[in-house]
């Protein structure tokens, strides 16, 4: 595999050229060869990796447990709740033949498990001491897709989904709001992509939820992505699969439920975010590589120095790589690992081995500085702290400058046409008119921020009396 | 859900009747919907989990990558190398529906994933510089049950299956070897359950493997469980997948493979083989809960000091639960807990806290003790490592003491009827001579086990030459 860097589209020029091209150059990720569906490299899956062990920590410190759910779904499951199967009926992949036979009933296969899962709460819960139940898991689930956009949309993806059920509305509203906040922590310290938090209109909220809060962060050409959802399923699910409980009077109640998810979409957000036409820029705490250190050549006293650096470093926690290819020249290597995007590059050459010095290169900045040998330590340490804060800085620029506001329709045509972006505007809240934006600027209701505060307008399409400003976008 | 010991059958009594009734009590695992699957609750998920953290380390200080790849393999895929499709034919669950839509080729839930990635490695390798690929990954797949045995036999189950291209056969031997050594450590060492490693017959071997090595473990009634393998597949999937690469002198060759995988069936085996009439019996490396406290009554000054002690271990790395609640006696909860098989549980009365004093009762032999709170930590510690230890010599005297050997087929078939157990004999290697033996006996060839010499002697069924002792027993 080359890496020159003319076999890549400039990410000015082109975002999804460039993204298309970068991903497989850097062997994060291969088209699998089922329509709409991906191979998730070493390098790629390492990402996730990195992801779930984090987030995996926090689920289980707010006291939730993982199981597992099987992955078949009788058909008649998912019917059960009229919205929950309206909303995923075109996207399932169905099972009919199984060990030879054809099936009495067929099997789906998991868009998303609310419905195996009540069914299982149902024959749990009977006492308000059988509660809350605090489940997630780390699972693959399948939404048909014709055309794979790495990472991005695929027919099968990786996520996590979290499915509660509680004794008060007020208790599953908590755990809704938890998780939203655990998933925005995440996004911001971790992805160093900043993000509005916000409810989903009616319309494009979950199929089956009363409410839905997302986290939509902002790419590049000024295309909104929506990065992860958390809903309040209030009694809907918990009445149709009968999951009911006596309360400490000894009254019947229908358990109120919360289920959240966080996939992989994530890391083709993180990747198209950061990026530049030289290739990708992953964020330290994220990347599978933090720290490569490059002999200029291959003789022996660079490749043991760098070996005994890295090792130095391995020891600190750094993820480190030694990267002592005889076939590449180090133009080559450095094209290399600048297109992987590994925040901190070491260059160690003849002169500066005599010299007890070595070259720290930011994969960000291109920033250069000579140090000693004594400080490689300590300031490849900082500068994947600085690095990771002026990551999430660039992007909460961006973010800002991009966010607009208006309170006229001609200029929000305009708007959406030439800067797009986040734009904030009075809507009325009904659907049709939702649906007529849509239709004439492409743009979707993102979300109600959560910071929005009660005020009075004119919706920005009918005119009508409008109680708060939405955000609207491009989507992904 | 109540935990009375009388729900129970006794375990010497009938194994199978109290398997299923103790995995459920213990909500270790539930049935799932669709025939053949099963549900794992947290509880019995805990276990699974803390299998993984201690093998993926193996699997990486090996310098293998974990990856992911589709869930759905195109039929035409699987039908490229013959006898892995012969293989595995039988066992398929195929999706003909995506989208709304009938597909134009059917695609298959994996069963296993060669195919699908080897496909994927043909177009990764070209020179002897991209091998090895060492690949795993952690995932589910299917192979069609009608009749769910919770996590012994299920439709689905969650496996790591690992899959490596090599440039030399001696290269995958290596590695083949390395990873039946790495699980036979885990079994013996996590497990506390020792095994024959050996090489499978003709018959029994991977379909589209050159050889296969196992890990049999013997369960209490004697029968063998097979408990994960370890695949020689020389070049024949390379051959037909078209792997190939330029070696060092320049010619083409065709590369060498492996593959590798450890499943759920194992924590089935780890649940049969340590339990005891009054539940399961939890060894402490793969306990979710290593240690119960029990505060006699609610009496608040009982559960603060619960409450304090269970800190302390835990800030010890001890995985502690303590059980206060109120609507249960002290008796209940001691026999909830003994059932769900906590190895090690505390129980704090009134009188014991007045003199410093609790009570230390060793799940596995039911030994009590009386300590000074000031002996709580390192006590507990030490019964942890203990315990390990003592359930894996108690398996160990079990598995000597029922490996036999025969040279004559009339006391074969008797110790198949009455004895059971793992049965060494001489064997011919002939297919027929295996299927007679099934036939008439119900054993099956378990494996030649690594450690066998060289002999030579008359086969148990045919009395033809015979080179080695095999390995025959019942098995699930």
Request: aromatic share 10%; hydrophobic share 35%.
């Amino acid at each position: 595999m080359a890496f020159e860097k003319k076999q890549l589209p400039k990410k000015s020029e082109s975002l999804s050229d460039w993204y298309n091209r970068v991903v497989q150059l850097a062997e994060l990720a291969d088209y699998g060869p089922a329509k709409g569906t991906m191979i998730f490299r070493p390098y790629g899956y390492r990402i996730w990796e990195l992801l779930t062990e984090a987030m995996d920590k926090e689920i289980k410190e707010a006291g939730v447990e993982n199981a597992y759910f099987p992955l078949f779904i009788p058909e008649s499951f998912l019917k059960k709740e009229k919205q929950h199967v309206e909303g995923f009926a075109p996207e399932l992949a169905v099972v009919t033949i199984g060990g030879g036979e054809e099936l009495t009933e067929k099997l789906i296969v998991r868009p998303t498990s609310e419905t195996i899962m009540y069914d299982a709460y149902s024959k749990w819960v009977h006492s308000w001491r059988d509660l809350p139940i605090l489940i997630n898991q780390w699972n693959n689930v399948v939404r048909w897709e014709k055309r794979t956009y790495l990472f991005l949309r695929t027919s099968e993806f990786l996520w996590q989904e979290g499915h509660t059920a509680h004794a008060t509305h007020k208790e599953a509203l908590e755990m809704q709001s938890w998780a939203m906040g655990m998933y925005a922590k995440t996004y911001r310290e971790l992805f160093a992509l900043p993000g509005l938090v916000g409810r989903k209109s009616e319309k494009e909220k979950f199929a089956g939820a009363v409410a839905t809060l997302t986290y939509e962060s902002l790419m590049p050409e000024g295309k909104a992505l929506q990065s992860c959802t958390s809903h309040d399923l209030g009694q809907n699910f918990s009445k149709v699969f009968e999951i009911k409980f006596q309360d400490k009077e000894g009254k019947l109640q229908y358990a109120w439920q919360t289920s959240w998810g966080f996939s992989t979409r994530s890391v083709g957000g993180l990747l198209m975010a950061h990026g530049d036409d030289a290739g990708l820029v992953i964020p330290p705490r994220l990347a599978p590589i933090q720290t490569v250190i490059l002999p200029v050549t291959s003789d022996t006293k660079l490749v043991e120095k760098s070996r005994e650096m890295a090792k130095q470093l391995t020891d600190m926690g750094v993820r480190v790589k030694v990267d002592d290819r005889e076939d590449e020249s180090i133009g080559f290597r450095i094209n290399k690992w600048e297109l992987k995007g590994v925040p901190v590059r070491i260059e160690l050459g003849k002169r500066e081995l005599e010299n007890g010095e070595l070259t720290v290169v930011r994969r960000d900045t291109g920033e250069k500085q000579v140090i000693s040998h004594a400080k490689l330590g300590p300031t490849v340490k900082e500068l994947l702290v600085t690095i990771q804060s002026d990551l999430l800085a660039k992007q909460e620029k961006f973010l800002t400058e991009n966010t607009r506001e208006t309170g006229n329709y001609e200029e929000f045509k305009k708007i959406m046409e030439e800067k797009r972006g986040f734009l904030k505007a009075y809507w009325c809240e009904d659907a049709e008119c939702e649906a007529k934006i849509k239709e004439e600027t492409k743009a979707t209701v993102r979300c109600l921020p959560e910071d929005a505060k009660f005020s009075q307008g004119k919706c920005v399409k009918c005119g009508k009396e409008a109680r708060n400003k939405w955000v609207f976008a491009l989507a992904y």
